[in-house]
């Protein structure tokens, strides 16, 4: 995918040169026996210089034996194109979405019968805005590549801290208590939102090989699940292990989209990305950066899917 019209956007760049490429697979054969450096991806699948983001994204799902969940459309819900959304969530009756790039970031609460935006609080222009979670009555947002997060009261969006991590910031999710983050890499964290200190970090697996490219995440009744970037993969993560027990493709979704709207995405590098559940009622929805639709998925999610063809929403 070329970079589109968003030239700050966290678009991947492609690896070119057949010897990198042929590095990257032996680098992902020894991946399990080799830790790396921590919260990166292994060095043969970046360009030197590069961020997590320009790696190449994992070919996912490795093992056939995973099961691979086809959901049914449920819902849709008209989606604004403008909004590179980088985390989507359901927080007691509210629905809320972070959205990205350098000048266009913003958190905002969305009309819960419209999904149009309510109110609003942009970022400084510098700020790129990622993943964000909820404990309690405090909302926490994360940036790129700033290494600043920031807190709002989540009655009124007003600002009331901040705090500071290592690395780049993606995906954010919570258990009611702890915040569990992505940085684009294989390892998620474990953070006490108290000071926003890390607890531990947990690899991510399937079948033994490292899943790297985590972005936006989602605590799903025991299970945390992530958006495989640039890729139409969700992960269903034990966050006790760390092992990916399941897949939820969405590749079928794009067939609801016209052929000027899936130019329009790939141009500006609008991948899937946002995934939000409401625990007491069972809904799902899951969107994307510049996405037109917001969808309401079934649950829970329906029967498996081939490993191959067939890939559409019923």
């Given amino acids: 995918m070329t970079l589109g019209p968003f030239p700050t956007a966290r678009t991947p760049l492609r690896l070119a040169l057949a010897g990198t490429l042929a590095l990257a697979a032996c680098a992902r054969d020894a991946e399990s ?76 609460e969305l009309d819960t019968a419209t999904l149009a935006p309510r109110r609003q609080v942009a970022l400084p222009a510098s700020d790129f805005g990622e993943g964000i979670a909820a404990v309690g009555a405090r909302l926490y947002q994360l940036t790129w590549k700033g290494g600043l997060g920031r807190v709002y ?14 690395g780049e910031g993606w995906g954010l999710a919570s258990n009611g208590r702890l915040l569990y983050m992505s940085d684009g890499s294989s390892e998620i964290r474990v953070i006490d939102p108290d000071g926003f200190r890390e607890l531990r970090r947990f690899r991510v697996t399937e079948a033994g090989r490292r899943v790297w490219a985590l972005n936006e995440l989602e605590w799903v009744r025991g299970e945390l699940w992530a ?73 829970p999610p329906e029967a498996a899917m081939p490993r191959s063809g067939g890939n559409r929403i019923r």
Avoid at 248 to 264: C, E, I, K, P
């Fill in 227 to 299: 958006n495989v970037y640039e890729t139409t993969f969700i992960a269903r993560i034990d966050p006790a292990t760390g092992q990916v027990t399941g897949w939820v493709d969405l590749a079928g979704l794009s067939s609801r989209f016209t052929a000027s709207q899936r130019n329009a995405i790939d141009a500006g590098g609008g991948v899937a990305n946002g995934i939000a559940f409401d625990s007491t009622a069972g809904t799902l929805l899951v969107t994307g950066k510049l996405w037109p639709r917001v969808f309401q998925l079934a649950w």
């Fill in 33 to 108: 026996a080799s830790d790396g450096g921590r919260s990166t991806i292994l060095p043969a699948l970046m360009p030197q210089g590069g961020t997590n983001a320009d790696a190449k994204p994992p070919e996912v799902p490795f093992s056939a034996s995973t099961p691979r969940l086809q959901p049914s459309v449920v819902r849709t819900w008209a989606h604004d194109t403008t909004a590179y959304t980088q985390g989507l969530l359901f927080h007691e009756g509210r629905v809320f979405e972070s959205t990205g790039l350098e000048g266009r970031s913003r958190i905002r």
């Fill in 153 to 166: 009261d989540i009655a009124t969006l007003a600002p009331v801290d901040s705090f500071h991590y290592e």
